[in-house]
């Protein structure tokens, strides 16, 4: 069983940047695709950034151009990088396996404001 640990968040003006760390402990991280999802107050969870085994990646087109998925499988970290952030990416974030998650972190909080 995989679990993970977020860090990374905070607070930024709008335009800022952020990266975003997830260690993951247990074993087999390297054999899954994963996942940085995040959830506003108010909203259901939502997979933002996906990279698979083979580093193919994928994000939704709010984040496209802005945001940037990568992953170290020697250190079981998965990172996110976010560009000219904007206040609608306020959120917390969380990391998990793309398909089927498991337990879920604590996630690390995100807020864009002026």
């Known amino acids: 069983q995989v679990q993970f640990v977020e860090s990374g968040g905070g607070l930024v003006q709008p335009g800022g940047s952020l990266r975003l760390s997830c260690a993951g402990s247990?074993?087999?991280?390297?054999?899954?695709?994963m996942g940085w999802y995040r959830q506003a107050p108010g909203n259901q969870r939502e997979l933002v950034a996906t990279i698979f085994i083979g580093g193919t990646r994928d994000y939704i087109d709010s984040v496209k151009g802005r945001f940037t998925i990568s992953r170290d499988n020697a250190k079981n970290t998965v990172y996110l990088h976010m560009n000219s952030l904007k206040p609608e990416d306020t959120a917390v974030y969380y990391c998990?396996?793309?398909?089927?998650?498991?337990?879920w972190g604590q996630g690390t909080q995100v807020t864009v404001s002026s």
């Open positions: 247990g074993s087999g991280f390297s054999r899954y695709a």
């Open positions: 998990n396996k793309a398909v089927r998650p498991t337990d």
